[in-house]
């Protein structure tokens, strides 16, 4: 089985300070891991991915993530924040044993993060 | 650009009505997804099809079920809809590998 837990559901903080959403993630193999986007009344968009090699990822919109296997995290980061960027971020794993590109999904609940002008 | 559409964007139907909800896209992508999303709560996968006719129960299947005759569209049908099928669902397929792309979604409300 393989899980995702967001455990911040709500973050806010203020424009120009740094963000960071945290993700753990339970599987056994090798994960593929991905942080999405969605803007109030929208629907999902991609930010980054991380499938293999170099750990620190960087994806659209000034964000970036880092993949540390010692305690299954992918934490998203961004600095400094703008009142912009104020969504809901999901993080979601695919279990590289499902078969290539499967796209079988598991995501996390989310996180709400609220930046102030 | 590549182009998801959803029909409808809206729906409100009865329990017990029948429901199709559709998705479409212009890249002839062979593979195609339907999830639900509730209030606090991440996505959940209902159905993956890899092409035509040939679909795969994905994490959430019961109380579903879809069919693909063309490439193209992608339909979620519930058949005798409950008032827990209430929900935002959304099409997706992939943009490139391991991306996916999602539709616009579909809020379906079942009194």
């Known amino acids: 089985a393989q899980s995702v837990d967001q455990p911040d559901a709500h973050v806010t903080l203020s424009e120009g300070a740094s963000l960071e959403l945290r993700c753990s993630y339970s599987?056994?193999?090798?994960?593929?891991l991905f942080w999405y986007v969605q803007y109030p009344g929208q629907s999902l968009q991609f930010l980054l991915k991380?499938?293999?090699?170099?750990?620190v990822v960087k994806g659209t919109k000034g964000f970036e993530a880092e993949f540390r296997k010692s305690n299954s995290s992918f934490n998203l980061k961004k600095s400094p924040a703008h009142w912009s960027d104020s969504a809901k971020y999901f993080c979601?794993?695919?279990?590289?044993?499902?078969?290539?590109?499967?796209?079988?999904?598991?995501f996390g609940h989310g996180t709400i993060l609220r930046v102030h002008p | 650009d590549m182009k998801v559409t959803q029909m409808p964007r809206y729906l409100i139907k009865r329990m017990g009505e029948n429901v199709l909800l559709e998705c479409g896209q212009d890249?002839?992508?062979?593979?195609m997804y339907w999830y639900r999303q509730d209030p606090g709560l991440g996505l959940q996968l209902i159905y993956i099809?890899?092409?035509?006719?040939?679909?795969s129960e994905g994490d959430i299947p019961k109380g579903y079920r879809v069919s693909r005759k063309k490439r193209e569209h992608f339909s979620l049908i519930l058949d005798s809809a409950k008032t827990n099928q209430t929900s935002v669902y959304f099409c997706?397929?992939?943009?490139?590998?391991?991306?996916?792309?999602f539709g616009p979604g579909t809020r379906l409300t079942v009194l």
């Open positions: 599987y056994s193999a090798a994960p593929y």
């Open positions: 991380y499938i293999t090699g170099d750990t």
């Open positions: 099809s890899y092409d035509v006719d040939s679909n």
């Open positions: 890249m002839s992508h062979e593979t």
């Open positions: 979601a794993l695919e279990g590289s044993n499902t078969g290539a590109n499967t796209g079988k999904l598991t």
């Open positions: 997706a397929t992939p943009l490139s590998s391991y991306e996916q792309y």
